[in-house]
């Protein structure tokens, strides 16, 4: 089955920073990539997604990208805000017909110091 | 809209007993899928259900199982709990398919499950 690996585990950035979390896939056949991002005590929500047949995406301070070759996606955050703060995941899901069968990561701790 | 919605918020049980969660999905939505979360293993896909038919199931026991109704509403259920079962349960529920893509999922807020 597919294996996603996320690192790095834990991110500690100074308010302004960028950050960047990177993730690898194992099954070629996955073609949605999904970013969560999970506050404390929060339910997780959607930041940004991206799908196989494009390579970059951006949303103001946030853009994610990908490499199919390679089999492997991140996510850039730039002028990192304290409230930037959380547990992000990164996700890898196949399926055809709007089906969806993601497997995560294991999640990385950003911390934005002030 | 109102957003997702999961009951009961948080739930004790012991071994060997079975547990029934509830999950109701935005308006609209017809597809809702359930998630396990635990410190040790993270986030993991239990199953998806769409127009009350079971479309896809991660990699979990038959313990687990679950059901949707003709409104939507999603039910799942973990007989013969274990201590390991303990967890935060998570329902997601996403719209319609369009074009035959994997649309933005929504989460409810969880139940917390602990088995003693």
């Known amino acids: 089955g597919e294996n996603v690996e996320q690192h790095p585990s834990t991110l500690s950035v100074q308010e302004g920073d960028s950050a960047v979390i990177k993730c690898t896939y194992s099954d070629s056949a996955s073609n949605y990539f999904p970013w969560y991002k999970q506050e404390l005590g929060k339910r997780p929500q959607l930041i940004i997604d991206i799908r196989s047949n494009v390579g970059e995406k951006k949303d103001q301070r946030i853009a994610v990208t990908l490499n199919k070759t390679a089999k492997h996606f991140s996510l850039h955050i730039t002028e990192t805000q304290p409230e930037d703060s959380a547990v992000y995941f990164c996700?890898?899901?196949?399926?055809?017909?709007?089906?969806?069968?993601?497997?995560f990561g294991r999640g990385t701790s950003l911390i934005v110091h002030p | 809209k109102a957003g997702v919605t999961q009951t009961p918020r948080y739930l004790i049980k012991t071994r060997g007993q079975q547990v029934t969660l509830s999950c109701s999905p935005i308006?609209?939505?017809?597809?809702v899928s359930w998630y396990q979360q635990t410190p040790g293993q993270g986030l993991q896909f239990l199953f998806e259900y769409f127009s009350e038919t079971q479309r896809n199931k991660g990699n979990f026991p038959g313990r687990f199982s679950g059901r949707q109704f003709s409104n939507s509403r999603s039910e799942m259920n973990v007989s013969t709990l274990e201590l390991g079962d303990s967890a935060l349960y998570l329902c997601?529920?996403?719209?319609?398919?369009?074009?035959?893509?994997?649309?933005?999922?929504?989460f409810g807020p969880g139940t917390r499950l602990l088995v003693l």
């Open positions: 996700a890898a899901s196949k399926g055809a017909g709007g089906s969806y069968i993601p497997t």
């Open positions: 308006s609209g939505h017809r597809s």
């Open positions: 997601a529920s996403s719209l319609p398919e369009v074009r035959g893509l994997q649309e933005t999922q929504y």
